[in-house]
């Protein structure tokens, strides 16, 4: 009865019975081990799921390089635009960067604080008379500066700044070298905030106007330029930081780096006009000043007296007469070729110097012995731009010999000329002279004026005689 009630009732309404998933089969498991561990495939199929093994490492190396190179630092981020808020931003932001920055600088004061508590509180060497001082000393004069000037001083008086100086048998070091050392720390720092201060972009680098502009606010705390005509100031400023940009700017960009302006000679010589008396220094001393206001004036005076037209260019027959016409033609030539730009009108005779190319051709000829000077020289002696100069460029370059004649009656060897200066460069290829050879030989100057000046080759030709007649007493009358 039961089972006949299960065969007639039950036969519409019975639920269907479920397969197990094939996870929970035995057989299923055993045949996917056997299968995943490689043992039951072929040669073919191992191929293939090493093939996908590979290609897999691959994509996800990729995957990685593509995720790391995202991570690398934008090289270029444009500028915000003119009134811009984030451009407002910024210049707030670097203006109250840089009043923290001077707010941290000694002043006048705080340095004669500073040097009077050095001198109270070192002691004498008996044997030189120096001021010095030792470590102890040092750490002392540190706390009782930092009592009357704050602590601001203090981190002139790391044990770092100690070991920067020499120090004699007992340990100890002179203060004077290290008050200089405060000083010229603090002068940089304050250049450096007022160029970054006339950085209008921000980017590190000052262009002219802004250099003249930093050399603008020098002037009334300069000595030697405080009677300076104002008329004359303009002038002044284009000549003074035209220097700058020519041994800061070698590629010129029209901008220098401010952290290679700092490093510098010409800052250290522009400082150097700070001295209160003129009396102080001799006429030689100021005209080899570039900053100077004899020198700036000068400048002005052989441009005005070359320029016989007046009409604000130099052609070459008028550069010609710079230094009394020493200079040989073929010098002048290769000038206008390699550093006067072409004019408007696009002709071959219409190329003329402006004050900004004899700025640069002055410079470089009173800085020969420089590697901005020297490079500036050097691409007017490589006559064909191989960058090398061979013995055809030395004969080229003295091939005019009618001109060392009105500077003795005497024949001029070509041959021994040549010699001569390969002794002095030594080049590494003995058939060439390159620029770095110049450059290494530390006589690239002389050779430099041997073959651009008539007044350079007579007078190292002639140097013996002029010697002995610098070493002989004057006659007494």
């Not at 269907?16 to 057989?27: C, D, F, G, L, Q």
């Not at 981020?77 to 407002?88: D, F, T, Y």
């Not at 000829?365 to 500036?376: F, I, M, S, V």
């Not at 080229?396 to 010999?401: G, I, K, Y």
């Amino acid at each position: 009865m039961y089972s006949g009630s299960s065969d007639g009732e039950g036969g519409h309404d019975a639920v269907p019975r479920k397969i197990p998933p094939a996870a929970s089969m035995p057989w299923v498991r055993n045949l996917r081990r056997f299968i995943g561990n490689g043992a039951g495939l072929g040669s073919e199929a191992l191929m293939e799921l090493e093939t996908k093994r590979i290609l897999l490492e691959i994509f996800k190396e990729r995957q990685q390089k593509n995720a790391e190179a995202g991570t690398i630092p934008s090289f270029y981020k444009k500028k915000p635009e003119e009134g811009s808020i984030s451009h407002r931003v910024q210049r707030l932001a670097k203006y109250r960067f840089l009043k923290k920055q001077s707010d941290l600088l000694l002043n006048a004061d705080d340095l004669d604080a500073m040097w009077v508590c050095l001198r109270e509180n070192c002691m004498i060497d008996d044997a030189t008379g120096a001021e010095k001082m030792n470590y102890e000393d040092f750490c002392h004069i540190a706390s009782v500066c930092t009592e009357q000037i704050g602590p601001k001083c203090r981190r002139f008086f790391s044990p770092s700044n100690f070991m920067k100086f020499e120090k004699d048998e007992s340990g100890r070091i002179a203060i004077l070298p290290f008050y200089l050392y405060v000083m010229r720390t603090v002068s940089l720092t304050q250049a450096r905030i007022d160029m970054s201060e006339l950085d209008e972009d921000s980017d590190g680098f000052l262009q002219p106007h802004e250099m003249e502009a930093y050399i603008r606010g020098l002037i009334p705390n300069l000595a030697q330029l405080r009677d300076m005509p104002p008329a004359f100031v303009q002038m002044y400023c284009r000549i003074a930081a035209h220097k700058f940009f020519f041994f800061c700017d070698p590629h010129r960009r029209g901008k220098a780096c401010i952290k290679k302006v700092l490093l510098s000679n010409c800052l250290q010589e522009l400082m150097e006009l700070h001295q209160e008396s003129e009396e102080e220094v001799t006429d030689t001393e100021q005209a080899e000043n570039w900053f100077s206001l004899t020198s700036a004036q000068r400048i002005c005076d052989m441009f005005l007296a070359l320029d016989k037209d007046m009409n604000g260019t130099l052609s070459k027959p008028e550069l010609r007469e710079y230094a009394d016409g020493t200079l040989t033609d073929i010098f002048v030539e290769r000038v206008f070729d390699e550093h006067v730009r072409r004019g408007k009108n696009g002709g071959g005779n219409s190329r003329e110097m402006d004050f900004e190319s004899f700025l640069d051709f002055v410079l470089a000829l009173e800085n020969k012995d420089t590697p901005e000077g020297l490079t500036y020289l050097f691409r007017c002696l490589d006559l064909y731009g191989r960058g090398y100069l061979t013995t055809a460029d030395v004969h080229t370059l003295f091939r005019c010999s009618s001109e060392v004649d009105r500077w003795g009656n005497y024949e001029l060897c070509i041959e021994d000329v040549r010699d001569e200066i390969w002794d002095m460069v030594k080049p590494v290829d003995p058939l060439k002279i390159t620029l770095a050879d110049l450059l290494a030989c530390k006589q690239g100057g002389t050779v430099a004026s041997m073959l651009i000046d008539v007044r350079g080759f007579w007078a190292h030709d002639n140097r013996e005689n002029l010697l002995q007649e610098e070493e002989e007493p004057p006659e007494e009358e």
